[in-house]
């Protein structure tokens, strides 16, 4: 139990840091350390109401004005999405669940180190903002991960740092709030869940704010490849885990 309160605490403080700097990644960085030792679902429960916590201690120390006309499209298509990814959650499979998330670590860190050196997406318009926002919302509700797509989305776009985190910002805390209220209502956090969701409330609270006073003194873009390399080399061992575990299933 001591180990596993270790590993909760771990995640959380990494996380949190890194979501008060750069506005997202939560659920990526904590679910990279939870993945190893926690159930999916409940990793997933911890990573989405870690994600809310931190998300709205961050809103409020780092607050950006926001244009709603390009925020709206993505809101609405989160919610469109955010029912689907809470169904699908508890139909996850914990090696199938730790491929996909090492697929998404390794096709989408290296996609946001190599997409400041690619030309700006124009084509899709508001349509294409809203698909991107439902799968983000789809994502806030298996994990807490709706940040992951949408912000590539917005790096493609060319939107500028502010203008990025002001709509990611307000973005996930809108897709994470109505992920957390489907599942409390539709019964999926046990009580057993309860102190480790203490744990992760008290664990984030100081790195997301020491994170988000870091924001505005030091280079995001420095400190991103870092982070992204890191999520990288993750993502790659867990693929070296679950493949092998689900090529002897087949």
């Not at 500028?160 to 409390?184: E, G, K, P, W, Y």
């Not at 006073?213 to 080399?233: C, H, M, N, P």
């Not at 790659?236 to 092998?244: F, N, Q, T």
Request: proline letters at 4%.
């Amino acid at each position: 139990m001591q180990a596993l309160y270790v590993y909760v605490i771990a995640g959380a403080v990494l996380a949190g840091f890194v979501q008060g700097l750069s506005g997202f990644a939560f659920g990526l960085v904590a679910m990279s350390v939870w993945a190893w030792t926690l159930e999916p679902q409940l990793a997933a429960v911890l990573a989405l109401f870690g994600a809310l916590t931190g998300q709205m201690i961050a809103a409020v120390t780092v607050r950006r004005s926001f244009d709603r006309h390009v925020l709206w499209p993505f809101v609405v298509g989160g919610l469109v999405g955010v029912p689907f990814g809470v169904w699908l959650l508890p139909h996850l499979d914990l090696v199938v669940f730790k491929v996909c998330l090492g697929v998404l670590l390794v096709l989408w860190c290296p996609a946001m180190l190599m997409s400041q050196h690619l030309p700006k997406v124009t084509f899709g318009g508001r349509i294409a903002d809203g698909i991107a926002g439902s799968i983000g919302g789809a994502m806030a509700g298996i994990g807490g991960f709706s940040g992951t797509i949408p912000t590539l989305w917005c790096t493609l776009r060319g939107f500028q740092r502010d203008t990025q985190r002001a709509v990611i910002q307000n973005f996930n805390l809108s897709m994470l709030l109505v992920a957390f209220a489907i599942h409390v209502a539709s019964g999926s956090i046990a009580r057993s869940m309860l102190p480790l969701l203490g744990l992760v409330a008290v664990a984030v609270a100081v790195p997301v704010l020491l994170g988000a006073r870091l924001y505005i003194g030091i280079s995001e873009t420095a400190f991103r490849k870092v982070v992204l390399g890191l999520l990288t080399a993750s993502g790659v061992a867990m693929l070296a885990s679950g493949v092998p575990a689900l090529l002897q299933r087949a």
